[in-house]
């Protein structure tokens, strides 16, 4: 089956503690990206990547790092989380980055920093 | 920089009705795609529709329509024949062609659909 998974889906930490949310897709997808989801704000990109070894900052990036070593993976890194970083993370890839592709998203990841 | 506007925080219809979902956006751009998403409790994120800007005809997705008016910068999704299973939040997105494709999103729309 076709999809975008994560992990973990949910996740209680304490600042300071550095995390990794995993992001793995199956469709052999060049782009790939990340979206922090917060009330009353919509969705908001922090990272994407057009291919391997290619990333690039996206609307709010900071407090954030990512990496993409293979294709079909693109972790998320909180080197040292603060309770602002709270918040429903979804990672979302597309064929190429291209907008006449749809962009398909995972589940979603639930942070909760205290 | 591209915004995207929901001007209906929550809404709701019954069953079978038929519902409008109202969106405008702001852009210096002569290209590019609209979309809708929905997302039910689940949380998960589903492509309801989409429609590339150079295309003068109404995109439609069974019971899911939308009304582009490019002039007006307005893009409404209709959700004709509405179930329960329409419940859910729906967010307008628009894509830019630059600086990483990003899905520029609204506030969304909390649809409940009522027996």
């Known amino acids: 089956e076709a999809q975008v998974t994560q992990n973990p889906r949910y996740l209680i930490t304490v600042t300071g503690k550095k995390l990794t949310v995993t992001c793995s897709q199956n469709?052999?997808?060049?782009?790939m990206s990340w979206y922090r989801q917060d009330p009353g704000l919509g969705l908001r990109q922090i990272y994407y990547?057009?291919?391997?070894?290619?990333?690039d900052k996206g609307d709010v990036p900071e407090g954030y790092k990512v990496s993409r070593k293979e294709k079909r993976n693109f972790p998320l890194i909180l080197e040292s989380p603060s309770p602002n970083q709270t918040s429903l993370y979804f990672c979302?890839?597309?064929?190429?980055?291209?907008?006449?592709?749809?962009?398909?998203f995972g589940p979603g990841t639930r942070l909760t920093v205290t | 920089a591209q915004t995207v506007t929901q001007s209906q925080p929550e809404m709701s219809v019954q069953e079978a009705e038929t519902v409008t979902l109202s969106c405008t956006y702001d852009?210096?751009?002569?290209?590019?795609?609209l979309f809708w998403y929905k997302q039910p409790p689940s949380r998960q994120m589903i492509l309801v529709i989409r429609?590339?800007?150079?295309?003068?005809q109404n995109a439609t997705e069974n019971r899911f329509s939308v009304n582009f008016q490019k002039a007006a910068k307005s893009f409404s999704l209709k959700i004709s024949d509405s179930q329960l299973g329409d419940t859910a939040m729906y967010f307008c997105?628009?894509?830019?062609?630059?600086?990483?494709?990003?899905?520029?999103f609204g506030k969304g729309t909390s649809l409940l659909v009522t027996p």
């Open positions: 990547s057009m291919n391997v070894e290619v990333t």
């Open positions: 979302a890839s597309s064929p190429s980055a291209s907008p006449s592709y749809e962009q398909y």
């Open positions: 997105a628009f894509m830019r062609s630059n600086s990483g494709y990003a899905l520029n």
């Open positions: 429609q590339e800007a150079y295309k003068q």
């Open positions: 852009t210096s751009e002569s290209n590019y795609y």
């Open positions: 469709m052999n997808h060049e782009y």
